[in-house]
């Protein structure tokens, strides 16, 4: 059973362009979060989404940030006109239907550098 | 409200000593915990989760915490490090729903 995966690792990217990070959950995983790590901090949650629904995004920044998780396929996280201080990385966690609360599993994350 | 404090930002033990990284919680609710590693660019894996059963809660790699209700705390301790220790270490809570509260972490070095 393969793990979460998060494609791409790493991605630079210009201010002013997009950035679209994939995550694709474990087996039998119906739910994803979204994490962001700034350096030297610990992660901030940013987005809770089951599929074709957005339960809870009170984490995500008002403006240029978007997330979705169609029912086939992976989630995305968009990131439109990126800035510098956008430059984190980026972490998925899924988990079984009911069960977020006490058992999330992460991938490896997208390091976003913005130049 | 919830919230993770991480006591310290750094903790430097030798290799073959014993190893404590504080954590304190403060939660409405009964709290889930957590405590995961991350090693250099590396994703975060789970040592631990307390969610009401046993207070002693052992994890992977010889890890072990205590949940301590009325000191608020879930101390994560193994009683000899490994190099392979060094990495950083979070603390995180979970109060009934969905949402996890991630410490600020607590970078472990294992001098040789």
């Known amino acids: 059973n393969a793990g979460v995966m998060q494609n791409p690792r790493h991605l630079v990217r210009r201010r002013g362009q997009e950035a679209r990070l994939r995550c694709s959950p474990m087996?039998?995983?119906?739910?994803v979060y979204w994490y962001r790590q700034l350096p030297e901090e610990g992660l901030k949650f940013m987005v809770y989404l089951q599929k074709e629904n957005i339960i809870d995004e009170s984490g995500m920044p008002k403006e240029r940030f978007s997330a979705e998780f169609p029912k086939e396929g992976p989630s995305i996280l968009r990131i439109q006109q990126v800035v510098r201080g956008d430059s984190a990385a980026y972490f998925c966690?899924?988990?079984?239907?009911?069960?977020?609360?006490?058992?999330?599993?992460f991938g490896p994350g997208t390091r976003l550098t913005v130049t | 409200a919830q919230s993770v404090t991480q006591l310290d930002s750094h903790v430097s033990v030798s290799e073959g000593t014993p190893v404590l990284l504080r954590c304190n919680y403060s939660?409405?609710?009964?709290?889930?915990l957590f405590w995961y590693v991350q090693h250099p660019n590396k994703g975060l894996q789970l040592l631990l989760k307390y969610t009401s059963a046993a207070t002693l809660v052992k994890g992977i790699n010889g890890f072990e915490a205590e949940f301590k209700k009325s000191e608020t705390s879930f101390h994560l301790t193994k009683p000899s490090a490994h190099m392979s220790d060094a990495a950083e270490y979070f603390c995180?809570?979970?109060?009934?729903?969905?949402?996890?509260?991630f410490g600020a972490g607590t970078r472990l070095f294992v001098k040789a």
């Open positions: 995180v809570v979970s109060t009934g729903g969905f949402k996890t509260i």
């Open positions: 939660s409405s609710y009964s709290p889930s």
């Open positions: 087996k039998g995983h119906s739910h």
């Open positions: 966690a899924s988990s079984p239907p009911g069960r977020g609360q006490i058992e999330q599993y």
